[in-house]
């Protein structure tokens, strides 16, 4: 009988009338993702050719004009001669476009990394980067040591410098910025939508289903079972197809590269950086996501029995997936005086976790990925024990009663 119920609950899931729209609206976004947003990326890495070009012209006039004057020019603060600094920048720039037409990404890479080296304030001193960043300079600092690393990798694994290599294209890499940015977003809400209405449906059919020969806790919890499965089932399709698409297009990319993370929040310099491995980096997070969707699963059950309404269930899920965004995301350390550390919310985005993200954006270093697998635990075994309280309070025929 549970079998038969379980996947009864399953195809109510996969068949549902919000079920299809939603899922075609998830294949647009894959496809533009793939095909229109990922190809079209553009980094400060990213070499725009017409601005390149332009400032070449613009060098080329300013030196024929000093040539024509006699005059060199001076800088004022290095005393370094101009016409030798716009020698040296022409050259180089030269270089660049020349490696980057010929899509010659090795050589293109080598100039990129001793150019970066040799002045590290076309990141720090750049206005354009995080101008709306509460600390810019300190995010751009950030960005500027993540980009040394890759780069460092990239070399030293002597793998093959590809276009989409360079730019994190691939397929590998392409996944790893997805899980380390938005990725978790997308699948906790996946989670809030397909679990909404597994409660508030059988309320249209109680006459049929208040006989039925299995307990009122078991009912719910196959009802979640069935939504946690189709939930996971296209939450990996989702990225499986994606990572193909990409992977068709720039290739998957070396399995042995390392993503950059932050280890410590003591110097704010290159020491407090070290890499991990990016399939490992991808293993973590995915092991992260069943916990995540079954613990937003459990707590939309238990919306579902207090709120009877889906579209309530919906709204409130959804809340909750971005209760974090209700305070102040680079300053607040505390909540009610506990450390923040210790809130499940914080690790909803457990991307962020693996790599120290979220500790450099909060600038603490109680956050670590021990700890979001144990807080989470706690906060399943907490709602585990809230449904099991409310499922005998808001019991089967009271659910059915006439509204």
Not at 73 to 97: D, R
Not at 284 to 310: D, H, Q
Request: with cysteine.
């Amino acid at each position: 009988m549970n079998r038969t119920y379980l996947k009864h609950e399953f195809l109510l899931t996969a068949a549902g009338r919000r079920t299809i729209p939603f899922l075609l609206f998830i294949g647009t976004l894959l496809l533009i993702y793939c095909f229109l947003l990922v190809p079209n990326r553009e980094t400060p890495e990213t070499l725009d050719i017409d601005e390149t070009k332009l400032y070449l012209t613009k060098l080329e006039v300013e030196q024929e004009q000093r040539l024509k004057n006699g005059n060199t020019g001076i800088i004022l603060m290095t005393g370094q001669p101009v016409f030798a600094m716009n020698a040296y920048y022409h050259g180089l720039f030269s270089a660049f476009l020349n490696a980057y037409e010929d899509r010659n990404f090795l050589r293109y890479l080598h100039l990129r990394t001793a150019y970066l080296e040799s002045d590290p304030s076309v990141y720090i001193q750049d206005d354009r980067l995080f101008s709306n960043s509460p600390f810019p300079g300190k995010d751009r600092e950030h960005l500027y040591h993540q980009t040394m690393l890759r780069y460092e990798d990239y070399l030293s694994n002597k793998c093959t410098v590809t276009e989409g290599l360079l730019f994190e294209k691939t397929g590998l890499q392409s996944l790893q910025r997805f899980l380390q940015t938005y990725g978790f977003a997308f699948m906790l809400f996946c989670a809030v939508y397909f679990s909404s209405d597994i409660v508030s449906r059988d309320r249209l059919h109680r006459s049929v289903l208040q006989g039925l020969p299995v307990s009122w806790y078991r009912q719910l919890n196959l009802k979640s079972l069935s939504a946690f499965l189709y939930t996971l089932l296209v939450i990996f399709a989702v990225l499986a197809v994606g990572v193909l698409l990409l992977a068709l297009q720039f290739g998957f990319g070396p399995a042995d590269l390392n993503v950059p993370i932050m280890t410590a929040q003591q110097t704010f310099t290159i020491e407090d950086y070290g890499v991990m491995g990016i399939l490992k980096f991808i293993g973590i997070s995915l092991l992260a996501v069943p916990l995540l969707v079954y613990l937003i699963i459990r707590l939309n059950t238990v919306l579902g029995l207090l709120l009877k309404n889906e579209w309530l269930v919906l709204l409130f899920g959804t809340a909750v997936i971005f209760a974090e965004r209700l305070y102040d995301g680079r300053t607040t350390r505390e909540l009610a005086g506990i450390d923040i550390s210790y809130f499940p919310q914080i690790y909803f985005d457990f991307g962020k976790i693996i790599t120290g993200e979220k500790n450099y954006l909060l600038n603490t270093e109680t956050i670590t990925v021990a700890k979001g697998f144990i807080v989470l635990l706690a906060a399943v075994l907490a709602v585990e024990l809230l449904l099991f309280a409310v499922s005998r309070i808001i019991t089967k025929r009271r659910l059915y009663q006439a509204r």
